[in-house]
């Protein structure tokens, strides 16, 4: 976790924990969410707004920092106060992919994203399947993807998740339209 958090923004952690507890792992959007929650097994880096200027910087410490130890299992980035403007959010995330391949941990890491405005390629901002992704903050997760590949090999039919989210979104979610 940050050190040194200024105290407002302490609340992110804790409401962030809540979406993954009640969202994430409570419609099981992510089938393998659960086992790092419970564990405590999840790094939190809150990047405020003074320190986007360094991101690259930030982001490469916090991958370097992965890989002196098998802890945490995963990683998020929260973004409580800048890149709000999905668009801007989606520079970012390139940015951040970038900078694995640049610095060769691609295979090593992998992100996943997620944003309060997070709209997949070809839905229309309103389609009930983009809240899969939607978070309270906009979110960047770091993952290893050794972790993946393990936990993959005991999920059958792991490419249907997320044909399998929308289909569980539109039925949960769905009903908040009518």
């Given at each position: 976790?940050?050190?040194?958090?200024?105290?407002?923004?302490?609340?992110?952690?804790?409401?962030?924990?809540?979406?993954?507890e009640k969202i994430v792992i409570r419609?099981?959007?992510?089938?393998?969410?659960?086992?790092?929650?419970?564990?405590?097994?999840i790094g939190y880096k809150i990047i405020?707004?003074?320190?986007?200027?360094?991101?690259?910087?930030?982001?490469?410490?916090?991958?370097?920092?992965?890989?002196?130890?098998?802890?945490?299992?995963?990683?998020?980035?929260?973004?409580?106060?800048?890149?709000?403007?999905?668009?801007?959010?989606?520079?970012?995330?390139?940015?951040?992919?970038?900078?694995?391949?640049?610095?060769?941990?691609?295979?090593?890491y992998q992100l996943a994203s997620f944003?309060?405005?997070?709209?997949?390629?070809?839905?229309?901002?309103?389609?009930?399947?983009?809240?899969?992704?939607?978070?309270?903050?906009?979110?960047?997760?770091?993952?290893?993807?050794?972790?993946?590949?393990?936990?993959?090999?005991?999920?059958?039919?792991?490419?249907?998740?997320?044909?399998?989210?929308?289909?569980?979104?539109?039925?949960?979610?769905?009903?908040?339209?009518?």
């Open positions: 976790m940050n050190e040194n958090l200024p105290p407002a923004y302490e609340s992110v952690i804790t409401e962030t924990n809540q979406w993954i419609h099981q959007f992510c089938p393998f969410a659960a086992k790092s929650y419970f564990a405590k097994d405020i707004k003074p320190e986007m200027g360094r991101f690259a910087d930030l982001f490469l410490a916090e991958l370097h920092q992965l890989n002196q130890s098998n802890q945490p299992e995963t990683t998020l980035l929260v973004f409580p106060d800048s890149v709000q403007d999905f668009y801007d959010y989606l520079d970012l995330l390139a940015d951040a992919q970038d900078l694995i391949v640049d610095h060769h941990y691609e295979g090593i944003h309060p405005l997070y709209q997949f390629a070809g839905t229309t901002p309103d389609d009930v399947t983009n809240k899969t992704n939607r978070s309270p903050y906009p979110i960047i997760q770091i993952l290893r993807e050794d972790s993946i590949t393990n936990a993959l090999e005991n999920f059958s039919n792991p490419e249907e998740i997320p044909v399998r989210n929308m289909k569980k979104a539109k039925e949960i979610f769905g009903k908040e339209k009518e």
